[in-house]
């Protein structure tokens, strides 16, 4: 080798380097956000899974009172029941949809969620009805309430007003929801998803 190309050798020396160290710092980052979104998705079906139990008794307590059985549950207990279980569920749909927002939730994983409340909105069934109240009713109540917070310009309410946004979206629709539509809509920035994209949380 010349003297030339020893000082070539050397001058690209620091940007080899700098490069190793970008692709290290990527690698690491891509794999703490996949970890983050593993731990997150295991913790919501925790949730949802005490939300299942809770729904369970709910369902045997109406199913006793309709069939006029002895029941631990007073008609009081059960319609008090029933707004703390969708108090509890649409409190869970906004955790879950900010974590989709904030990259922490994939997006293939979250479009099924989408749906599944597109699909209950739509057609209420026995097992999600207690004392006359359904998801799409409740949904209504959540508006009045959660709405009602007079500083508009805050972070929270730009993440309740998008939340509450896709889930009217999805109830207007009876015969079809495109649900990748409506989260580029009511979702992150496109260049946010491009980033989010990138490092893998898409």
């Known amino acids: 080798m010349t003297t030339a190309d020893y000082e070539t050798f050397w001058k690209l020396i620091p940007i080899v380097t700098s490069c190793l160290a970008l692709a290290v710092v990527y690698a690491n980052t891509r794999f703490g956000l996949r970890n983050k979104q593993a731990d997150l998705v295991i913790h919501f079906h925790k949730q949802f899974d005490e939300l299942q139990k809770k729904r369970t008794e709910l369902l045997t307590a109406h199913r006793e009172r309709d069939a006029k059985m002895t029941s631990a549950w007073s008609p009081q207990r059960i319609d008090i029941e029933s707004d703390m279980f969708f108090d509890r569920f649409w409190s869970l749909q906004f955790d879950q949809f900010l974590a989709w927002y904030e990259g922490y939730v994939p997006t293939r ?94």
Not at 126 to 151: G, H, I, V, Y
Not at 175 to 182: F, M, R, V
Request: glycine content about 4%; hydrophobic content about 40%.
């Open 109 to 202: 994983l979250y479009v099924y969620w989408a749906f599944s409340r597109w699909r209950e909105l739509h057609k209420a069934s026995d097992e999600w009805t207690f004392a006359s109240k359904t998801m799409a009713s409740t949904l209504e109540d959540l508006k009045n309430r959660w709405q009602s917070n007079p500083d508009k310009s805050s972070s929270l309410s730009t993440h309740v007003t998008s939340f509450l946004g896709l889930m009217f979206a999805l109830k207007q629709n009876a015969a079809y929801a495109d649900i990748g539509a409506l989260l580029s809509t009511y979702g992150p920035s496109k260049p946010r998803r491009l980033a989010r994209w990138l490092f893998g949380a898409e």
